[in-house]
């Protein structure tokens, strides 16, 4: 298995661009989480998916960051418009599971955003 | 604010040594994770250990967990230069699904 694939890995824009993520995630997962993190505030956790339907998105910061999940082997995240302070590295995770219990999460290798 | 928080924030030690990392976490958990992050790298799961059990193994990794003190240590034995990493733990809640991840801890093994 390829494992989460994200893409861009690296991206450079700049303030009042939109931008867009996207995460493959693996084969028969049926959650997908997007995460932020950034030296200071570690790792956030920004929305959740569970069979497509975001579940839990109150990690989004404000109306600029919205996810869709239009089915099972992909995601993105759109920043519009991006602003200095949305710099960061954005993860997408995956795992099976999605009820009370969450299981092992498997990640990404990470969209490094930086916003001039 | 962060569910768990681990301590020390940064560890250095010598190759051959033990290495110990330690989690805190406040409400009732089902269960905890650790990961492992390498610089510029993703997240990679480790271990988890459920809120029912006390101790697990998985090769050189150790995990405690004590839910009356509400944290669980990580013990890495005869540590490798590979290990040099961040440490992460993350708690699942009984209340919700969300795993709320710590502020790691970076551990460095000096060859």
């Known amino acids: ?116 | 604010s962060q569910q768990g928080e681990e301590d020390p924030q940064a560890l250095s030690i010598q190759e051959g040594e033990n290495a110990t990392m330690n989690c805190s976490y406040k409400t009732s958990i089902n269960n905890l994770q650790w990961y492992r992050q390498n610089s510029g790298r993703g997240l990679v799961h480790l271990i988890l250990i459920r809120s029912n059990e006390r101790e697990k193994h998985s090769g050189r990794l150790r995990v405690t967990l004590d839910t009356s003190k509400k944290s669980s240590s990580l013990l890495i034995t005869a540590s490798r230069a590979a290990d040099t990493a961040s440490y992460f733990c993350a708690t699942e809640r009984t209340s919700g699904s969300r795993l709320t991840f710590g502020e790691g801890t970076q551990l460095t093994v000096n060859p």
């Open chain 1, 1 to 116: 298995d390829a494992g989460v694939i994200q893409s861009p890995r690296h991206e450079v824009t700049e303030m009042g661009q939109e931008v867009t993520l996207r995460c493959k995630p693996i084969s028969g997962h049926n959650s997908l989480f997007w995460y932020r993190q950034t030296m200071m505030r570690g790792l956030e956790l920004l929305i959740y998916f569970n069979n497509n339907v975001p579940i839990d998105d109150s990690g989004m910061p404000e109306d600029r960051f919205s996810a869709k999940m239009p089915n099972a082997s992909f995601s993105t995240l759109k920043i519009q418009p991006s602003e200095p302070r949305d710099s960061a590295v954005y993860f997408c995770a995956s795992s099976f599971g999605g009820g009370p219990i969450q299981e092992t999460q498997y990640f990404g290798p990470g969209t490094r955003l930086l916003v001039l």
